[in-house]
């Protein structure tokens, strides 16, 4: 759809997480995640005023 936006490619860096139910520390590994970028075009649609 035209000027609606773009997804994106992000890079997570590894981090620490909890399992909630035994409390232990994990490592969360590294990953890529899909991210959706909105046009100029639809924020100014959704905030008008």
């Given amino acids: 759809i035209s000027g609606f936006g773009n997804f994106v ?3 997570k860096r ?4 909890r399992n909630p ?4 520390e994990i490592e969360i590994s590294a990953r890529r995640v899909l ?7 639809l924020k100014q ?3 008008k005023e």
């Fill in 14 to 17: 590894p981090r620490m997480g």
């Fill in 45 to 47: 649609a959704l905030n």
């Fill in 21 to 24: 139910q035994t409390g232990q």
């Fill in 35 to 41: 991210t959706f970028r909105p046009s100029q075009v």
């Fill in 9 to 11: 490619v992000r890079a």
